[in-house]
């Protein structure tokens, strides 16, 4: 079946490094994706989204990647700071759906002293 | 600014019990959701509405559970007789163009 997915759990980077949060896609049709940041006992929070139109989006310190021909999607954050802890969901589109949807497994990011 | 608000935070009830969760979305968003998050897993879709009825709904979104817009700013979600399997965070979302808005969540837990 069509899967959104995480490639790593878990993430730990040194504050001021950057981080890179990877996700693998299977949905071709998929026309839009989205990064969510969730912090411990809230709701997710949009950071960033890209259009399957697009390879390449930048937002203030996060960059959105789109490789539609490896279903690939990362999110660059530079300048990682304690306040960027938290769990990182990709999401999906499907082109066909009305607006549904479909989250990856999420990855934590533990930022380092 | 604007913003999804859910009530109650943490709502407990004993298994078999119904339960309604509410929300409120930003006011002028057409396009409603509901998604549950089971501790530690993915968050899972439920339900969409749209221009009063549902315009999606996954396999999780059985005979159990039923939405509503009771008037002009309220959605709810309503599950009759809660299961165990139940427990979840349930989260309320607006949309605004693509943009999905997410409300705090409603921790439910089924004793």
């Known amino acids: 079946g069509e899967s959104v997915g995480l490639h790593l759990p878990t993430l730990s980077v040194q504050e001021g490094d950057n981080s890179i949060i990877n996700c693998a896609y299977s949905?071709?049709?998929?026309?839009?994706f989205i990064w969510y940041k969730q912090e411990s006992g809230k709701g997710p929070q949009f950071i960033i989204d890209?259009?399957?139109?697009?390879d390449k989006r930048q937002g203030q310190r996060v960059t959105v990647l789109l490789n539609k021909t490896v279903k690939h999607l990362s999110l660059q954050i530079a300048a990682t700071q304690p306040g960027d802890s938290a769990v990182y969901f990709c999401?999906?589109?499907?082109?066909?759906?009305?607006?549904?949807?479909?989250f990856g497994s999420g990855t934590q990011l533990t930022v380092l002293p | 600014e604007p913003e999804v608000t859910q009530t109650p935070s943490h709502q407990v009830t004993q298994m078999g019990q119904e339960v309604i969760l509410r929300c409120v979305p930003i006011s002028n968003h057409l396009y409603f959701y509901w998604y549950r998050q089971i501790l530690g897993q993915k968050v899972e879709f439920l339900v969409s509405f749209y221009n009063n009825e549902i315009s999606e709904k996954s396999e999780i979104f059985d005979d159990q559970f039923s939405v509503e817009r009771p008037d002009g700013s309220n959605f709810t979600l309503k599950i009759r007789s809660t299961k165990l399997e139940d427990s979840a965070m349930y989260f309320c979302?607006?949309?605004?163009?693509?943009?999905?808005?997410f409300g705090p969540g409603t921790r439910l837990t089924v004793l």
């Open positions: 979302a607006s949309v605004e163009g693509y943009e999905q808005f």
């Open positions: 999401a999906e589109r499907n082109s066909g759906s009305a607006r549904q949807l479909t």
């Open positions: 890209i259009r399957s139109n697009m």
């Open positions: 949905n071709s049709a998929s026309d839009y």
